[in-house]
C-alpha cells in the first residue's frame, strides 16, 4: 500500500482538479508501485472529504462491466465508485458543462433499494428480492485524471480510474420505474441518440450477463469493509453500451422502449 500520507495527498490532488477542472497526470505514471487497493483507499479519502464539506452518499455505481473493457484494463472483474447527492440531475433539464472536464454518457439501468445487502454471498436472486425498483439511468463519467498521457499518449490504468473514483461525475434518472420481476431485465434495450442521431445502442444482458449481477458483486465488495448496500440507496449496475462524448449544447436522448425515454442539454 501507498503510505497514508501520500494516499491523502493524491485525494486532495483529485478534490482540487474538480474544482478547477485541470486534468491531474496519471497517478500510476508518478508512482508505479501503485496497485488497485491504492486506487480504492484515494478515492475512499477523497469521498470523506466532500462529506465533510456537506456533501452526502445517496449510491453506489459500477463500472468496467463488460468483458471487451475488463481485458483493455488488464483486469478480471468490475470496479465501483460513490454517488452523491450533488452529483444527480433532473431529467429534461440542462445540465452545466462547467461542472465537468471531458464528460462522457453511458446508458445504464439503477436499482432503487427497498431493503439493505449486506455481503458475503449476496446472488442476483437477493439483489432481486431487496430492489424496490428499477429505472433507467444515464451515467455522465468524467476524467478528472487525464484518459491520454500529456505526453506519451498512453491510456491511464485501471488504478487511475479507481481512484477517480471509477470515473463517475452524474446521474440522470428518468423513464419508468418498474418492479424487478415485471420485464426481464436481461432484454432491456436502449438507444442513445446525440443531437438527434443515433450514437450507441445495447441491451442489459451485456452487464455481466444479468444486470442485477454487479449489484450482488458490490455487495459483497464492499462485506471486508463492513459496509453494505443500504434501503434507499441507487446503484447504478453498469453500462449497455459504450462512452459517449459530450460538448457544450449537445443534447441527449436515450430511448429504453417500454420503460421510458431520459433526456437533457448540456449547456
Same mark, same amino acid.
Given at each position: 500500500?501507498?503510505?497514508?500520507?501520500?494516499? $491523502?495527498?493524491?485525494?486532495?490532488?483529485?478534490?482540487?482538479?474538480?474544482?478547477?477542472?485541470?486534468?491531474?497526470?496519471?497517478?500510476?505514471?508518478? $508512482?508505479?508501485?501503485?496497485?488497485?487497493?491504492?486506487?480504492?483507499?484515494?478515492?475512499?479519502?477523497?469521498?470523506?472529504?466532500?462529506?465533510?464539506?456537506?456533501?452526502?452518499?445517496?449510491?453506489?455505481?459500477?463500472?468496467? /462491466?463488460?468483458?471487451?473493457?475488463?481485458?483493455?484494463?488488464?483486469?478480471?472483474?468490475?470496479?465501483?465508485? /460513490?454517488?452523491?447527492?450533488?452529483?444527480? #440531475?433532473?431529467?429534461?433539464?440542462?445540465?452545466?458543462?462547467?461542472? #465537468?472536464?471531458?464528460?462522457?454518457?453511458?446508458?445504464?439501468?439503477?436499482?432503487?433499494?427497498?431493503?439493505?445487502?449486506?455481503?458475503?454471498?449476496?446472488?442476483?436472486?437477493?439483489?432481486?428480492?431487496? /430492489?424496490?425498483?428499477?429505472?433507467?439511468?444515464?451515467?455522465?463519467?468524467?476524467?478528472?485524471?487525464?484518459?491520454? *498521457?500529456? $505526453?506519451?499518449?498512453?491510456?491511464?490504468?485501471?488504478?487511475?480510474?479507481?481512484?477517480?473514483?471509477?470515473?463517475?461525475?452524474?446521474?440522470?434518472?428518468?423513464?419508468?420505474?418498474?418492479?424487478?420481476?415485471?420485464? *426481464?431485465?436481461?432484454?432491456?434495450?436502449?438507444?442513445?441518440?446525440?443531437?438527434?442521431?443515433?450514437?450507441?445502442?445495447?441491451?442489459?444482458?451485456?452487464?455481466?450477463? $444479468?444486470?442485477?449481477?454487479?449489484?450482488? %458483486?458490490?455487495?459483497?465488495?464492499?462485506?471486508? %469493509? *463492513?459496509?453494505?448496500?443500504?434501503?434507499?440507496?441507487?446503484?447504478?449496475?453498469?453500462?449497455?453500451?459504450?462512452?459517449?462524448?459530450?460538448?457544450?449544447?449537445?443534447? #441527449?436522448?436515450?430511448?429504453?422502449?417500454?420503460?421510458?425515454?431520459?433526456?437533457?442539454? #448540456?449547456?
Amino acid at each position: 500500500m501507498l503510505p497514508q500520507a501520500l494516499i $491523502h495527498q493524491l485525494a486532495g490532488e483529485l478534490h482540487e482538479a474538480e474544482k478547477s477542472r485541470v486534468q491531474l497526470e496519471h497517478f500510476s505514471k508518478r $508512482h508505479p508501485e501503485m496497485r488497485i487497493e491504492d486506487g480504492y483507499a484515494i478515492a475512499r479519502a477523497w469521498v470523506k472529504t466532500k462529506i465533510a464539506e456537506g456533501r452526502q452518499v445517496l449510491g453506489h455505481k459500477i463500472g468496467l /462491466t463488460s468483458r471487451a473493457m475488463q481485458q483493455s484494463s488488464q483486469i478480471d472483474e468490475p470496479d465501483y465508485g /460513490t454517488l452523491l447527492d450533488d452529483m444527480f #440531475f433532473a431529467e429534461g433539464g440542462d445540465i452545466p458543462f462547467t461542472r #465537468f472536464i471531458a464528460p462522457r454518457v453511458e446508458v445504464e439501468l439503477a436499482f432503487v433499494l427497498g431493503k439493505r445487502l449486506q455481503g458475503p454471498k449476496v446472488s442476483i436472486f437477493d439483489v432481486l428480492a431487496a /430492489t424496490d425498483y428499477v429505472v433507467p439511468a444515464i451515467e455522465i463519467i468524467d476524467a478528472r485524471i487525464e484518459q491520454f *498521457d500529456r $505526453h506519451t499518449k498512453a491510456p491511464r490504468k485501471v488504478f487511475d480510474t479507481i481512484a477517480d473514483n471509477a470515473a463517475n461525475a452524474g446521474i440522470v434518472l428518468g423513464g419508468r420505474p418498474v418492479k424487478p420481476d415485471a420485464v *426481464d431485465l436481461r432484454w432491456v434495450s436502449a438507444l442513445l441518440y446525440k443531437n438527434g442521431v443515433i450514437e450507441e445502442s445495447g441491451v442489459a444482458a451485456a452487464v455481466l450477463n $444479468h444486470p442485477a449481477t454487479g449489484v450482488a %458483486w458490490l455487495a459483497n465488495k464492499l462485506a471486508p %469493509w *463492513d459496509e453494505c448496500l443500504e434501503a434507499g440507496e441507487v446503484v447504478l449496475g453498469g453500462s449497455f453500451t459504450r462512452p459517449t462524448t459530450a460538448r457544450p449544447g449537445d443534447t #441527449f436522448h436515450a430511448d429504453y422502449g417500454p420503460l421510458g425515454s431520459i433526456a437533457f442539454r #448540456f449547456i
